[in-house]
């Protein structure tokens, strides 16, 4: 059982950058594949990245590609979404996600992930 909350979010300037940060008040998150998703206004959510359990693997939507990168603090129980050179488009509600299985998670919805937190509003305007 995991329980899951972000911070972080905020207001950036488009070419700013923001991290994420996702901690696992209960459970241990490196138990876990991760993964990051949003929403943006008047679309579905989708997948940004996801990481699996180890680390070792990762895969990103191909917009956030040499952009965000995921990580995680085992140590901490945490894991992070670090967002660069941040477009408008990037804006929405990011959510993490764990579970089990490692998904490839871009473009995809998340329905199948067991635990989420509760979302961050990002917002990338000048």
């Known amino acids: 059982q995991l329980q899951l909350v972000e911070s972080g979010g905020g207001l950036v300037q488009p070419g700013g950058s923001l991290r994420l940060s996702c901690k696992a008040s209960e459970g241990t998150l490196e138990d876990y594949a991760i993964g990051w998703f949003r929403q943006a206004p008047g679309k579905e959510r989708a997948g940004v990245g996801c990481?699996?359990?180890?680390?070792?693997?990762?895969n990103f939507e191909d917009s956030v590609k040499g952009r965000f990168t995921i990580s995680r603090d085992n140590a901490n129980n945490t894991m992070f979404l670090q967002m660069n050179s941040l477009k408008p488009e990037d804006s929405g509600v990011y959510y993490c996600?764990?579970?089990?299985?490692?998904?490839?998670?871009?473009?995809?919805?998340?329905?199948?992930?067991?635990?989420w937190g509760k979302g961050a509003l990002v917002t990338v305007s000048s």
């Open positions: 990481m699996s359990r180890s680390g070792a693997n990762t």
């Open positions: 996600a764990a579970d089990l299985v490692y998904f490839h998670c871009s473009g995809w919805s998340g329905d199948g992930m067991k635990y």
